[in-house]
């Protein structure tokens, strides 16, 4: 074990090593191939369900991958070392290379969980796989005093070998390597790597930080890696990116408390997130925190600067898919699906990429690219209860019932969570009769008498049954946030303001009335002050911007939490 700490300090203290194999990548001259081929034998590679991947899945992948910019996969290296406990060490050194191409060198670079998943004899397919241009694999060896770090950058397209390399150096020669690197890259590519560190972190500490990494996002799920991260934090207080995955994993965690516990929650994470920011100002998951913990509703003004803050940030983070998430809240769709198709084509295997990309295509009114990519979460997740919600609405606006009976049986056995609603939606939508839309809007008149509250998602889809007059009523009377209650809506996406935007429900929209609604939940003064309006602005047939003007002074619903 003390063998393995001496290995840990020094992966954790020599980033410069690490440097240098980044330069020596940039200075090799990548170019771009397309992406998006290979996803079927992806998923039948690592064991996946394969059945829901389409043709016209993979041709749209294809379509949105147009660049001359280079596309890296960064494998993870390969454990030669006797010890099976190394392999953390040798993720570790793939990760911070990842880290600093993303950002120091301002290459695009796959994301880490999608290329991780490609080991062993996987790793011969990963440029058709992940669809990059190069690919940059290695290995690490330890013996005595001694490590021995080899790595190579292959062409995807032609497998000509651009550069290759290995280093081996002393434990006890750090700051030499150091300096002896650092001089390289300057004389390289006349910059420095300004990214965060991990130096002087424990290797067994550091194992802990690599192992938090969700997956389905459940709750209890996120509470584990919660706990685990404040170990970290404790043990590692300069460690950057465990403060920063503690407060972005924290927030995300809140979205499942009690309204009434979040404001301390809050407070929790803005410390965690600062904490990240002193150490590293452009780290993303961090500033995604913030965001995260920004009430749903009236205050996007304050929230759009942090958005813009994360924008202009390099390299990547987890956090960064929440980008084109936030911007729907917005209204701001279309921009909402290029960035979120760019951070997918990143991650194309990482869950929560593929879960966002289907939500910004579906609000664009691309169902049916969309379904693909739920199918495949709600097959290979299944803890993820995000995407059968989602697919049974996708599927209910493509009126294939047998396939929503299908997943109503699933949601029986899995539960739905915070997304109850979805089911009789779906039923009225299904069958419209009179019967059934009535027993919507005693729905919608029930929660609204016990409650004193209405989430606008139930108000968007009481519009889109045919219920608009009913549904402007309902805003007149009702509250839009949460009362501090159980009846109250947990999740991620609880009193957003995204399905007032979405393509396929347009009737909410289509109403001069909207602006009002608007105007109370803050988005009318976030849109006059920014002058960053949503797409509807071009598309509803009454002159919008002059509606927003006449109701700009109607006062802000206070959210309440």
Same mark, same amino acid.
């Given at each position: 074990?003390?063998?393995?700490?001496?290995?840990?300090?020094?992966?954790?203290?020599?980033?410069?090593?690490?440097?240098?194999?980044?330069?020596?990548?940039?200075?090799?001259?990548?170019?771009?191939?397309?992406?998006?081929?290979?996803?079927?034998?992806?998923?039948?590679?690592?064991?996946?369900?394969?059945?829901?991947?389409?043709?016209?899945?993979?041709?749209?992948?294809?379509?949105?991958?147009?660049?001359?910019?280079?596309?890296?996969?960064?494998?993870?290296?390969?454990?030669?070392?006797?010890?099976?406990?190394?392999?953390?060490?040798?993720?570790?050194?793939?990760?911070?290379?990842?880290?600093?191409?993303?950002?120091?060198?301002?290459?695009?670079?796959?994301?880490?969980?999608?290329?991780?998943?490609?080991?062993?004899?996987?790793?011969?397919?990963?440029?058709?796989?992940?669809?990059?241009?190069?690919?940059?694999?290695?290995?690490?060896?330890?013996?005595?005093?001694?490590?021995?770090?080899?790595?190579?950058?292959?062409?995807?397209?032609?497998?000509?070998?651009?550069?290759?390399?290995?280093?081996?150096?002393?434990?006890?020669?750090?700051?030499?390597?150091?300096?002896?690197?650092?001089?390289?890259?300057?004389?390289?590519?006349?910059?420095?790597?300004?990214?965060?560190?991990?130096?002087?972190?424990?290797?067994?500490?550091?194992?802990?930080?690599?192992?938090?990494?969700?997956?389905?996002?459940?709750?209890?799920?996120?509470?584990?890696?919660?706990?685990?991260?404040?170990? !970290?934090?404790?043990?590692?207080?300069? &460690? *950057? #990116? +465990?403060?920063?995955? %503690?407060?972005?994993? =924290?927030?995300?965690?809140?979205?499942?408390?009690?309204?009434?516990?979040?404001?301390?929650?809050?407070?929790?994470?803005?410390?965690?997130?600062?904490?990240?920011?002193?150490?590293?100002?452009?780290?993303?998951?961090?500033?995604?925190?913030?965001?995260? !913990?920004?009430?749903?509703?009236?205050? &996007? *003004? #304050? +929230?759009?600067?942090? %958005?813009?803050?994360? =924008?202009?940030?390099?390299?990547?983070?987890?956090?960064?898919?929440?980008?084109?998430?936030?911007?729907?809240?917005?209204?701001?769709?279309?921009?909402?699906?290029?960035?979120?198709?760019?951070?997918?084509?990143?991650?194309?295997?990482?869950?929560?990429?593929?879960?966002?990309?289907?939500?910004?295509?579906?609000? +664009?009114?691309?169902?049916?690219?969309?379904?693909?990519?739920?199918?495949?979460?709600?097959?290979?997740?299944?803890?993820?209860?995000?995407?059968?919600?989602?697919?049974?609405?996708?599927?209910?606006?493509?009126?294939?019932?047998?396939?929503?009976?299908?997943?109503?049986?699933?949601?029986?056995?899995?539960?739905?969570?915070?997304?109850?609603?979805?089911?009789?939606?779906?039923?009225?939508?299904?069958?419209?009769?009179?019967?059934?839309?009535?027993?919507?809007?005693?729905?919608?008149?029930?929660?609204?008498?016990?409650?004193?509250?209405?989430?606008?998602?139930?108000?968007?889809?009481?519009?889109?049954?045919?219920?608009?007059?009913?549904?402007?009523?309902?805003?007149?009377?009702?509250?839009?946030?949460?009362?501090?209650?159980?009846?109250?809506?947990?999740?991620?996406?609880?009193?957003?303001?995204?399905?007032?935007?979405?393509?396929?429900?347009?009737?909410?929209?289509?109403?001069?009335?909207?602006?009002?609604?608007?105007?109370?939940?803050?988005?009318?003064?976030?849109?006059?002050?920014?002058?960053?309006?949503?797409?509807?602005?071009?598309?509803?047939?009454?002159?919008?911007?002059?509606?927003?003007?006449?109701?700009?002074?109607?006062?802000?619903?206070?959210?309440?939490?």
């Amino acid at each position: 074990m003390e063998s393995l700490r001496e290995i840990g300090r020094w992966i954790a203290e020599n980033e410069s090593l690490l440097s240098g194999i980044v330069a020596l990548v940039v200075l090799a001259g990548l170019i771009v191939s397309p992406i998006g081929k290979g996803l079927r034998r992806t998923y039948a590679k690592l064991g996946k369900s394969s059945s829901s991947l389409s043709s016209s899945e993979a041709s749209a992948s294809i379509r949105t991958a147009a660049s001359d910019e280079p596309l890296l996969a960064v494998l993870a290296f390969e454990n030669l070392s006797s010890d099976p406990e190394m392999q953390f060490f040798s993720d570790g050194v793939s990760e911070e290379i990842i880290q600093r191409l993303s950002r120091g060198a301002h290459l695009k670079v796959i994301g880490r969980t999608s290329s991780f998943q490609l080991r062993a004899e996987q790793k011969a397919e990963a440029a058709q796989v992940l669809g990059c241009s190069h690919v940059l694999d290695g290995s690490v060896r330890r013996a005595a005093g001694r490590v021995r770090i080899s790595a190579h950058l292959v062409e995807a397209s032609s497998q000509t070998t651009l550069w290759s390399d290995r280093y081996d150096r002393s434990l006890e020669d750090i700051f030499t390597v150091q300096d002896e690197i650092s001089e390289n890259i300057a004389r390289a590519l006349d910059q420095t790597f300004s990214v965060g560190s991990t130096r002087n972190v424990d290797p067994a500490v550091y194992d802990l930080y690599l192992r938090a990494s969700p997956k389905s996002y459940a709750p209890d799920e996120l509470r584990g890696y919660v706990s685990q991260l404040e170990t !970290v934090t404790q043990r590692a207080p300069i &460690f *950057v #990116e +465990a403060w920063s995955r %503690l407060a972005y994993l =924290r927030a995300f965690l809140s979205f499942y408390q009690p309204f009434a516990e979040r404001a301390a929650t809050s407070g929790i994470v803005s410390q965690e997130a600062d904490r990240a920011l002193a150490l590293d100002p452009q780290n993303v998951d961090a500033m995604v925190a913030k965001i995260f !913990v920004v009430p749903p509703f009236g205050h &996007f *003004v #304050e +929230a759009d600067g942090i %958005l813009e803050r994360i =924008r202009r940030a390099p390299g990547s983070g987890d956090g960064r898919r929440y980008i084109g998430w936030y911007l729907r809240t917005m209204g701001r769709v279309r921009e909402s699906l290029e960035d979120t198709e760019h951070t997918y084509r990143l991650d194309s295997l990482d869950p929560m990429s593929a879960n966002t990309v289907a939500l910004a295509r579906m609000a +664009a009114g691309r169902v049916a690219e969309a379904i693909p990519i739920y199918e495949d979460l709600v097959a290979r997740v299944p803890d993820m209860s995000f995407p059968v919600s989602s697919l049974l609405r996708a599927y209910a606006f493509q009126q294939d019932w047998a396939a929503v009976d299908r997943l109503l049986a699933l949601a029986e056995k899995r539960g739905m969570r915070e997304f109850q609603d979805t089911m009789p939606f779906v039923q009225a939508k299904r069958d419209p009769t009179p019967e059934n839309i009535d027993s919507w809007k005693r729905g919608l008149q029930t929660q609204i008498a016990e409650t004193g509250g209405v989430d606008v998602s139930r108000l968007v889809y009481s519009a889109h049954l045919g219920l608009v007059d009913e549904a402007y009523r309902a805003i007149d009377t009702a509250r839009l946030g949460p009362a501090g209650t159980g009846d109250d809506i947990m999740g991620p996406d609880a009193y957003r303001t995204s399905l007032l935007f979405q393509a396929g429900m347009p009737e909410i929209r289509n109403d001069p009335r909207f602006a009002r609604l608007c105007a109370r939940l803050g988005l009318v003064e976030y849109w006059m002050t920014t002058d960053k309006w949503p797409d509807c602005a071009d598309e509803v047939p009454y002159d919008f911007k002059v509606e927003c003007a006449k109701v700009q002074d109607t006062p802000k619903e206070d959210f309440g939490f």
